[in-house]
Nanobody
């Protein structure tokens, strides 16, 4: 299992930028995929961006070209750089770490984009 703590959410105007950070602890060496998901009120949780252990990345169509997922070399922290934010990006953003043995979530951080 890993424990995840997100930070970096907040209120920003449309067109602005935010950087989310996820700090992982515990069995970090076993992480096979790390990612970011979001959930807006009344909607299901959806994938935003994901990075596999071989650095392959995957993005939702709605954020491709605006958001970037990255990680540090120690593999215990990853980031989501969000640029050109839109009001429809408003949601609670969750950090995720997955392996064959677990699928762990952080507590979530609110991102609000005003128009």
């Amino acid at each position: 299992q890993v424990q995840l703590v997100e930070s970096g959410g907040g209120l920003v105007q449309a067109g602005g930028s935010l950087r989310l950070s996820c700090a992982a602890s515990g069995s970090v060496a076993s992480i096979a995929a790390m990612g970011w998901y979001r959930q807006a009120p009344g909607n299901q949780r959806e994938l935003v961006a994901r990075m596999l252990i071989d650095s392959t990345t995957e993005y939702a169509d709605a954020v491709r070209g605006r958001f970037n997922i990255s990680r540090n070399k120690a593999r215990n922290r990853w980031y989501l750089q969000m640029n050109t934010l839109k009001p429809e990006d408003t949601a609670v953003y969750y950090c995720n770490a997955a392996s064959r043995w677990y699928n762990n979530w952080g507590q979530g951080t609110q991102v609000t984009v005003s128009s």
